[in-house]
């Protein structure tokens, strides 16, 4: 049986589902539906494309049209909605093993991130209990390069240089690994962080560089360092009843389309990294790189946290990925 919340039908996915069934897509994605700002739309953009001449058609979604994270989790499950690109932790109760692709310093960069999804089977593993629910998670896209560290004090280059320094947490398990790392840190809403950062009680956060420049927070975080901590990442969701009903030529569509949207989602995100440099430097911001073996002393002080964030036996499916792909 499929577990799932029944969430608030919205407007839009009502009138979505009075379209006729022949051939819509229902995509749902998180930002406005532009392919040049929006690594989700860029996604969805080269998912339609690859679609162009078949019978299958697709409609895109802006953010909230077709509810919140939870209620579109939910609508995916039910075959409301066909393909949902949304965030990991949507769907870490159903599949706790997904919680590792937010591991600090787990993986060495993005390249490697995606090497582990095509090579090991962790994607299929992920996948077990949710495709009992009703849903099919296609793979990881990104929405921007790695997380390092912003803040507003000074730059950082080594471990030591975190001492002293006061960053601002998602949850605990952020807050665990930025203690383990030196510094202290203090779990602050979203909402809050500009305000925090400005009064003193929190001196940055860790985020990938473009969430400095697309809420301007660059005004008074004035330093970054790319550490590479964890892919920006989301995932690609589709509906498996949907998925299943559809003949052995339609599947074959689908595949070809996801993976063509993946394409263009890294096409996007090996711009947007030429981009964002420049952006930084625009804004006045101190870019800094770690020195050598520097992220190799911040891997040893963190990886003990590994353990408080997933399972023994989840935790070595991940480990066993990283043996598999680098030895």
């Known amino acids: 049986m499929k577990a799932f919340r029944i969430g608030t039908a919205t407007a839009a996915l009502a009138l979505a589902m009075a379209l006729p069934a022949a051939a819509e897509i229902k995509i749902a994605i998180n930002g406005a ?23 299958l058609e697709t409609t895109v979604f802006p953010s ?25 932790s949507t769907a870490f109760g159903m599949s706790p093993l997904m919680k590792g692709v937010l591991l600090p310093f787990m993986f060495e960069d993005n390249d490697e ?17 949710l495709l009992e629910n009703g849903v099919r998670l296609a793979g990881f896209n990104y929405i921007g390069t790695s997380i390092g560290m912003h803040n507003a004090k000074k730059p950082i280059t ?8 006061r960053f601002r947490a998602l949850n605990a398990e952020q807050l665990a690994y ?19 950062i400005q009064t003193g009680v929190a001196d940055g956060y860790f985020n990938p560089p473009n969430s400095a420049i697309r809420t301007g927070h660059t005004e008074f975080l004035v330093h970054f360092t790319q550490a590479n901590i964890s892919p920006s990442t989301r995932t690609v969701l589709l509906s498996e009843d949907w998925y ?42 101190t870019l800094t790189e770690l020195e050598p073996g520097e992220r ?32």
């Open 33 to 55: 539906n532009d392919p040049e700002t929006n690594a989700e739309a860029a996604w969805a953009a080269g998912f339609s494309a690859a679609l162009e001449g078949t019978e």
């Open 64 to 88: 909230g049209t077709l509810g919140s994270e939870d209620e579109r989790f939910d609508q995916v499950a039910q075959g409301l909605i066909e393909v949902n690109l949304a965030t990991a």
């Open 113 to 129: 991130f995606d090497t582990i999804m095509a090579e090991t089977n962790l994607l299929a593993e992920m996948n077990v209990p």
């Open 158 to 165: 080594k471990m030591s240089d975190l001492e002293g320094l």
């Open 178 to 196: 930025q203690e383990a790392l030196g510094a202290t840190g203090t779990i602050v809403a979203w909402s809050e962080v500009a305000n925090a």
């Open 244 to 285: 299943a009903g559809l003949s052995e030529a339609e599947r074959a569509q689908i595949d070809a389309a996801v993976e063509a949207g993946f394409k263009a989602n890294r096409a996007w995100i090996a711009q947007w990294s030429k981009e964002v440099r420049q952006k930084h430097q625009e804004a006045g911001v």
């Open 296 to 327: 190799d002393k911040m891997v040893a002080a963190t990886g003990p946290t590994w353990a408080d964030i997933m399972s023994e036996a989840h935790l070595k499916l991940f480990t066993d990925a990283l043996d598999q792909v680098r030895n």
